[in-house]
């Protein structure tokens, strides 16, 4: 019979406590308690079996180099963007995790790279207990109504015992589950979404598919908050974790990692909605660019998500009021940003905008939060003020300080091969070293300012 016993578990740092508190006494940190349920004759029993353990350690024992772990199963999406932010491939024993919001499409997403798995001859099972055989079924045909629909194995389960017996039965190639939150384990005595339950459940799959060498896919839901529900009570056990980024009335959808054993995580992938079907940019400034020659108000930067540089645009509105108190108003763009480059052209450039007010934005709802777009933000400004356009071709790049001076921004060799891209021919810029200039071999013109105050030159 077993014996219960209630106990309180920090979810930050998994100090355990006799009684609940506001604040770990561990890590310090408030309201992260909670509660949780273990069996005192199984923790006593597993003690003894400590010494036990540890005589047989030896036997698990192995050489670092003894395995060709390139000669092991690796599994391919088959989508080039996705495989390329993953590290080309599913590793064999790796869990991934996949999360965000209940309506962005993320099973589109595992469909669509169900589909491609299956035809490179993989075996490949979908795991769903929130969604019926006749929902995804439905979904697959919607989504592949031109295409045969993919060869997988299906089962609607919540028991995980279930789950591994299947599994051990066809041994697929690749495993997704749809969603971890509803799995549920007898060895932990709570309902589905509960931590105790998650927790068990997440790390029998960890133990389970490490050893048979298969590749498992988790879905995942977040909070209110825009965090992952129960936040590192997973994180930790998995091996790569991706989060989708997007608005709600934009059909561009971004895909981070935020972590990655087996690659970088300075990826993202960027995608967009097409009906039923997510169809992947290769080349997101062509979208984010909608520049036109002789329009006032609009400057091109280069700006930098993680790695990865976009070419976007910035548009400025400058527009003379008569109310004491001028709007401030920045859309995709830090509202405290603007003001200070509006206070630095006030003050350094003697450009009169305290009885005007000024709308800045981006195109596409793409936001911008690095420093690298601050002369392009000046450069609309003053475009709009002074109702001057802004040579075709010509982008901006580069950080103002409160000081008035233009200084250096990072990776400048990726932004300048993004512009080369597109064809820009002029460059607005700080002075280049002349170390970078060798190594980048460019043919555009580079127009180097000192000061911001030298962006007057090119109007």
Known sequence: MAKLKTIYVCEKCWEKFPKWSGQCLSCKNWNCLYEDVIDTKEEKKSEKLKEVKISKASANISKLWDEDFEEKMRIKSWIWEFDRVLGWWFVSDSITLLTWDPWVWKSTLVLQASWEIANSWKKVLYV?????????????????????????????????????????????????????????????????WWISQIKACSELIMHFFKKIWIPVLLIWHVTKWWEMAWPQALAHLVDVVLHFEWERYNSLKMLRWIKNRFWATSEIWIFEMEWVWLKEVKNPSEIFLNWKANSEGSAISVTLEWTRPFISELQALVNFTNFPYPKRIASWIELNRLNIQIAILSKHCNLKLDNCDVFVSTVWGFKLNEPAADLAICAAIISSKNKKTIPEKTAFLWEVSLSWEVRNVSHLEKRIKELEKLWFENLVCGKIPEKVKKNIKSKMNFVELSVIKGIFRIF
Do not use: C, G, H
């Not at 019926?132 to 979904?139: F, G, I, K």
């Not at 299906?154 to 017996?165: K, L």
């Open 128 to 192: 769903s207990w929130e969604e019926s055989l006749s929902q995804v079924s439905s979904r697959a045909k919607r989504i592949f109504w031109e295409k045969k629909v993919p060869d997988v194995d299906f089962i609607s389960t919540s028991d995980i015992d279930e789950i591994f017996w299947i599994v051990w039965k066809i041994l697929p190639d690749f495993v997704i589950i749809d969603s971890i939150n509803t799995i549920q384990s007898d060895y932990a005595n709570w309902s589905a």
